[in-house]
Every structure is written in structure tokens, then in C-alpha cells.
């Protein structure tokens, strides 16, 4: 098998190194540290993330997504593959050599998707998007570093607490979806949207397209029904926190 061949390495925010790191002709990874974070041959859950979204919007006129990373474009080509020719697509990368990248030796993957005109691509913290825009979106798609349990910088976390959460749920126009990517299950976080005031679905999806590889988290999160009393929901999840507790 052939080796792994270093063909650059970014900064991070806070610390770390992000590498770009390629195997034969075809296969890429970026990695951080021992860890790594996406691979070409992995893009079934990111793809997953735009297509599930766009789903459970179904037919908008103009419909406006805001994706919070752009890692391999997965997420992106799905969005593009899934929305009308009058979608509006911003795209927030926070390091600027990812987007670098994209335009360089993972042009082949990308497959011209960042010159689509409903794609526009914004060297930008998501947090300051989000938070400036007021009902702007249909949907706010996240696949910002390892999801709710942060790895690659500090930050990000606060896409996911009580404020981020808010903050997102303020930008969303109405019955718009906030979607979520994750490496894995976070029940105190599913606890947490809902205490946000929203209805969740929990999906559960393979790394790889075709039904392969390791099982990934895609949390789906929609404007609680209007009669759907907060207090009570926040009463219900502290006595499911409390019961929990309980159990052996």
C-alpha cells in the first residue's frame, strides 16, 4: 500500500496543525495531530448533512443554507445537487488554507463547485455570521470541527451552548432547520436543544456512502411548535437528566 505523502500544513486558531496529506493518486486526508478528520473516501455523513436538511425543508422559493465549514466540499456538492438554481449558498471556512486547498490539490474533488453562482464563499468565523444575520437563512448546516465535543479549537464551542444555540434559532427564518453534524452521540446536547426550543430528530448515519465505516450523528433541529410550553420542556428534560442519573 502506498504511502502517506505531506503536501501542506496550516495553523489553527488557539493552536495545532492542520495537514493536507495524500495516499496514490486519488485518496486525501486532513488531520490534525494523531487525528484524522476527514478523509475522500469517507463522505457519506457530510453528504447526508445538506440532503436531510433540504429534505425536511422541502420546496422554498429561494432558499438560502448557510454551511459552517468547508472541509472536502462534501456537504457543499450534496447542497448544490439538492437545491433549485435560485438557492443562495454561503459557505464560512475559518482557515484560510482549507479554501486555498479546495482551489489546489483538491480541485479534482470540488469539481468547479465553488464557481457555481449560488455559492459564495466566506473566509469568516460562522459565529459572526450567524449571529448577524436575523430570520436570513432556511438553514444552518454546522460541520465545524469534531461537533458538540469540540477537538480542533476552543472556540468553537460556543456554536453550542446555550447562546450559540439562540443565536442560530434567531437566524433561521421560520420552520427553518438547523442541522449538525457530529462524530458521535451527545445526550446533554440533544437535552440542550430542546431546552433551546427546539423539536429534534436524531439521525444516525455511516462515514461512508455506501453504508460503510463508522456511525456519525446528524441532529436535526426545528422551531418548537408554537403551543409547546419551554418551562415544561426544560421541567421534562431535568427530570430525564435527573432519572438518568439514577440508573445504575
Same mark, same amino acid.
Given at each position: 500500500?502506498? @504511502?502517506?505523502? +505531506?503536501?501542506?500544513? =496550516?495553523? %489553527? #486558531?488557539?493552536?495545532?496543525? /492542520?495537514?493536507?496529506? +495524500?495516499?496514490? $493518486? ?7 495531530? @494523531? ?30 443554507? /448557510? ?8 456537504? &457543499?456538492?450534496?447542497? /448544490? ?8 449558498? !454561503? ?16 480541485? #479534482? ?5 465553488? $464557481?457555481? #453562482? ?53 437566524? &433561521?427564518?421560520?420552520?427553518?432547520? /438547523?442541522? %449538525?453534524?457530529? *462524530?458521535? #452521540?451527545?445526550?446533554?446536547?440533544? +437535552? ?6 427546539? $423539536? ?6 455511516? =462515514? ?7 456511525? @456519525?450523528?446528524?441532529?436535526? =433541529? ?13 421541567? *421534562?428534560?431535568?427530570?430525564? !437528566? ?7
Amino acid at each position: 500500500m502506498a @504511502h502517506w505523502t +505531506q503536501l501542506d500544513a =496550516a495553523p %489553527i #486558531p488557539g493552536g495545532g496543525t /492542520l495537514k493536507l496529506l +495524500q495516499r496514490g $493518486d486519488s485518496e486525501f486526508s486532513i488531520t490534525l495531530g @494523531h487525528n484524522e478528520l476527514m478523509n475522500s473516501r469517507l463522505r457519506g455523513s457530510e453528504e447526508a448533512l445538506a440532503t436531510l436538511a433540504a429534505g425536511r425543508l422541502g420546496q422554498r422559493a429561494r432558499p438560502r443554507f /448557510l454551511i459552517g465549514g468547508l472541509g472536502m466540499g462534501f456537504t &457543499l456538492r450534496a447542497a /448544490l445537487a439538492a437545491l433549485p438554481a435560485d438557492a443562495e449558498i !454561503t459557505v464560512a471556512e475559518l482557515i484560510p488554507a482549507v479554501i486555498a486547498w479546495a482551489r489546489g490539490p483538491l480541485a #479534482p474533488i470540488f469539481a468547479g463547485c465553488l $464557481d457555481d #453562482p449560488r455559492v459564495t464563499i466566506r473566509e469568516a468565523d460562522v459565529t459572526g455570521l450567524i449571529r448577524a444575520g436575523r430570520a436570513s437563512y432556511d438553514a444552518i448546516l454546522l460541520d465545524v470541527d469534531n461537533g458538540p465535543d469540540g477537538l480542533m479549537v476552543e472556540a468553537n464551542d460556543r456554536l453550542y451552548d446555550f447562546a450559540g444555540l439562540s443565536a442560530a434559532k434567531a437566524a &433561521l427564518r421560520k420552520g427553518g432547520v /438547523l442541522a %449538525i453534524w457530529s *462524530a458521535g #452521540p451527545d445526550r446533554s446536547f440533544t +437535552q440542550r436543544l430542546r431546552m433551546s426550543g427546539f $423539536d429534534v430528530e436524531e439521525k444516525k448515519v455511516r =462515514a461512508n456512502a455506501s453504508g460503510g465505516g463508522a456511525r @456519525h450523528v446528524i441532529w436535526l =433541529a426545528t422551531q418548537a411548535a408554537a403551543n409547546s410550553d419551554p418551562r415544561a420542556r426544560r421541567a *421534562a428534560t431535568a427530570g430525564a !437528566t435527573r432519572r438518568n442519573a439514577r440508573k445504575p
